[in-house]
T-cell receptor, first 113, second 113 residues
Framework: AQSVTQLDSQVPVFEEAPVELRCNYS??????LFWYVQYPNQGLQLLLK??????LVKGINGFEAEFNKSQTSFHLRKPSVHISDTAEYFC???????????FGSGTKLNVKP | DTEVTQTPKHLVMGMTNKKSLKCEQH?????MYWYKQKAKKPPELMFV???????INESVPSRFSPECPNSSLLNLHLHALQPEDSALYLC????????????FGSGTRLTVV
């Protein structure tokens, strides 16, 4: 079975600073990796996904993530955050057999002015 | 249409009530899902429908009863719920192929009194 670990439950950062949200996964098979964002009282919105190919994936709202197979990581980055990026971010891995998602516990990004 | 629409957005129900949550998508997705999300937690999978057939039931109590009338609609019938069932209920859909991402609805905020 797959599992996803998001090491930081909260990440405070000042506006216009860079940010990295960490995600590690465990799996013995090929996986597909995703980052979702959830704004307060909203559903989840797909930021980006890695299926294959280039290990650097670009998503919406200026976010990008790098797949590192040797370190089993898929960290999310943004070079300059805005107040509007304040939200909960979930990393997820897809089970290739059953199309089930396994979510990490989430990281609350708090952007301060 | 690239959305998953959930109704109602908010629902308050008593423990003896019967209510239903509705989910609709017109993207031609063949897999649909119900997730439950408690505050400050990741979504937890409840049910998966694939090609209108229930393929996964994550040991959900029988007071939750899913229904998939056609490929565009997914319902969740609720009966005799408990206060601890209060949560955000999220519907999602996917193409049902390996590596496909999910599209989430904005959820129904359920409060059981």
């Amino acid at each position: 079975a797959q599992s996803v670990t998001q090491l930081d439950s909260q990440v405070p950062v000042f506006e216009e600073a860079p940010v990295e949200l960490r995600c590690n996964y465990s799996s013995s098979v090929s996986v597909y990796l995703f980052w979702y964002v959830q704004y307060p009282n909203q559903g989840l919105q797909l930021l980006l996904k890695y299926l294959s190919g280039s290990t650097l994936v670009k998503g919406i709202n200026g976010f990008e993530a790098e797949f590192n197979k040797s370190q089993t990581s898929f960290h999310l980055r943004k070079p300059s955050v805005h107040i509007s990026d304040t939200a909960e971010y979930f990393c997820a891995v897809s089970d290739p057999d059953f199309n089930k998602f396994y979510f990490g516990s989430g990281t609350k990004l708090n952007v301060k002015p | 249409d690239t959305e998953v629409t959930q109704t109602p957005k908010h629902l308050v129900m008593g423990m003896t009530n019967k209510k239903s949550l509705k989910c609709e998508q017109h993207m031609g997705h063949r897999a649909m899902y119900w997730y439950k999300q408690k505050a400050k937690k990741p979504p937890e999978l409840m049910f998966v429908y694939s090609y209108e057939k229930l393929s996964i039931n994550e040991s959900v109590p029988s007071r939750f009863s899913p229904e998939c009338p056609n490929s565009s609609l997914l319902n969740l019938h609720l009966h005799a719920l408990q206060p601890e069932d209060s949560a955000l209920y999220l519907c999602a859909s996917s193409q049902g192929v390996i590596g496909g991402g999910y599209t989430f609805g904005s959820g129904t905020r359920l409060t059981v009194v």
